[in-house]
Nanobody
Framework: QVQLVESGGGLVQAGGSLRLSCAASGRTLSSYAMGWFRQAPGKEREFVAARSGGINYYAASVKGRFTISRDTAKNTVALQMNSLKPEDTAVYYC???????????????WGQGTQVTVSS
């Protein structure tokens, strides 16, 4: 069983930056696909970024602003978010799976989420 715990969320002004971190336990995730998703109030969950098979994937809305990275030694994955916009406000979730890429339905393991709020 894999447990995922996100951290690093908070309140930031538009144009600012935040770095989210996802710590994994229960299994070494060096060969797993890791993804970040978000869900804003009243909206469906959407894909943000993923690293799978050595390839980084990004949603068009965050490409060039967000960067996903993995620290294999620490069994963590991070999401660096720059140039934040009010529309980035959401609960951000970390997810893991052996073979997933950009679809949330492919992921078996999920964290509890961390709130990101971007003020205008």
């Amino acid at each position: 069983q894999v447990q995922l715990v996100e951290s690093g969320g908070g309140l930031v002004q538009a144009g600012g930056s935040l770095r989210l971190s996802c710590a994994a336990s229960g299994r070494t995730l060096s060969s797993y696909a890791m993804g970040w998703f978000r869900q804003a109030p009243g909206k469906e969950r959407e894909f943000v970024a993923a690293r799978s098979g050595g390839i980084n994937y990004y949603a068009a809305s965050v490409k060039g602003r967000f960067t996903i990275s993995r620290d294999t030694a620490k069994n963590t994955v991070a999401l660096q978010m720059n140039s934040l916009k009010p529309e980035d406000t959401a609960v951000y979730y970390c997810a893991a799976d052996e073979r997933a890429t950009t679809s949330g339905d492919e992921y078996d393991y999920w964290g509890q989420g961390t709130q990101v709020t971007v003020s205008s």
